[in-house]
DNA sequence: TTGATATCATTCGTATACAAACGAATTGCC
DNA sequence: GGCAATTCGTTTGTATACGAATGATATCAA
């Protein structure tokens, strides 16, 4: 029924090259309504909020960056003085990180546009099929 | 009934996220099984099979990456051997990319690889389900 | 207690991504 | 024909991403 016909490979019809169109096009909702902060900018701020004080790589977890990866985006944040860093008394190994206070106010002041930036992204879909959406895509992810 | 009691934000909840997460999944899942070969790249390969010879902004624009995108692809293929170019005799601006036999023997023999990589990223969900994530993943692509 | 192992952060190298600015070539329009 | 607007490809700059290697510190186990 939905199989191919030709039994042929189409790139347009993988996953992967679906979602990556899909995030494309997210990124592009994003920077047009917050133009001076990139999406893994905008989760660490998020998530430090939610959760406040943490070392690097427990929020690299937290929000799916890799040691590397979180280490640049917290350098760039800092450099902004969006967020701050201090040394963990009982594990000198780690950095804690946490927002100041310009920090916290741009993330409170930015969470509504972020909830817009997921409706425009999300406008082509009913409610119910958004639920349905996320539902599936969170069990691939 | 779906919304959230306490009105809340909540990063893991947003779409943007959540196809962030998935791309990795799958980014993850194509690198084990191809490990000598980018998604990004393995798609101008798979979009050479389909259509022939091209422009690089053409072929750019057919696997969505833009024109600095593109380049950086094409040329890395291009050191090893898997693509060529040549000149458009009706414009001189143009680049036409085009498969080598070596590029060719690569792309048929991986296609297999890439079904399989699909598969295993979508192993989660049944039939039913992956049509419908495709179905509403194009609609917000 | 000490020695193997693991964790934290950093650094290096490579590969997307995209904006902006640029020169060369082509097209559209009068 | 000729000039403005457009298109093609390139280059530069910035920002993710991730693998691999490294040094410092913790932890665990014999």
Do not use: C
Not at 26 to 36: E, K, M, Q
Not at 43 to 59: R, Y
Not at 92 to 117: F, H, M
């Amino acid at each position: 029924m939905t199989a191919d016909p030709d039994g042929g490979y189409h790139l347009h019809e993988q996953i992967g090259f679906v979602l990556r169109k899909a995030n494309q096009r997210h990124l592009a909702i994003f920077s047009a309504r917050i133009g001076d902060l990139t999406p893994p900018q905008f989760a660490a701020l998020a998530k430090l909020k939610e959760i406040g004080e943490t070392s690097q790589n427990q929020l690299g977890s937290l929000i799916a960056m890799d040691a590397a990866t979180v280490k640049g985006v917290i350098d760039r944040l800092r450099a902004r003085g969006l967020v701050e860093i201090g040394k963990d008394g009982a594990d000198k190994r780690r950095l804690l990180v946490s927002l100041t206070v310009e920090g916290r106010d741009l993330i409170e002041r930015l969470v509504p546009l972020a909830t817009s930036i997921t409706g425009e992204t999300l406008a082509p879909l009913t409610q119910r099929e958004v639920a349905t959406l996320l539902r599936l895509l969170g069990r691939i992810a």
